[in-house]
């Protein structure tokens, strides 16, 4: 059974930065690729950043250039640094191993002044 529990959310104003982290279990981690959604009030869940086993990355385009998607093997973790946040980069967070029907809890960024 695959767990994700998501941390580091918060409020921070816009410029600033974030990061997130999600730690996996239940899984071989290693061999699986791992993805970063956010979903904010009223919007559908989207993808923000996904990297695979062979840590192959990609993003968003509203993203690109202000995120970056890490892992760490060894503690199962996955990261997401949000550099430059936005208003619009508002939502909630969550981890899941793609294609898994996985999801953690979530955790809340909200970027204001």
């Known amino acids: 059974q695959v767990q994700l529990a998501e941390s580091g959310g918060g409020l921070v104003q816009p410029g600033g930065s974030l990061k997130l982290s999600c730690a996996a279990s239940?899984?071989?981690?290693?061999?699986?690729?791992m993805g970063w959604y956010r979903q904010a009030p009223g919007k559908q869940r989207e993808l923000v950043a996904h990297?695979?086993?062979?840590?192959?990355?990609n993003y968003a385009d509203s993203v690109k250039g202000r995120f970056t998607i890490s892992r760490d093997n060894a503690k199962n973790t996955v990261y997401l640094q949000m550099n430059s946040l936005k208003p619009d980069d508002t939502a909630v967070y969550y981890c899941?191993?793609?294609?898994?029907?996985?999801w953690g809890q979530g955790t809340q960024v909200t970027v204001s002044s």
């Open positions: 239940g899984i071989a981690f290693s061999f699986r690729s």
């Open positions: 990297i695979t086993a062979s840590y192959s990355t």
């Open positions: 899941s191993v793609p294609g898994s029907g996985s």
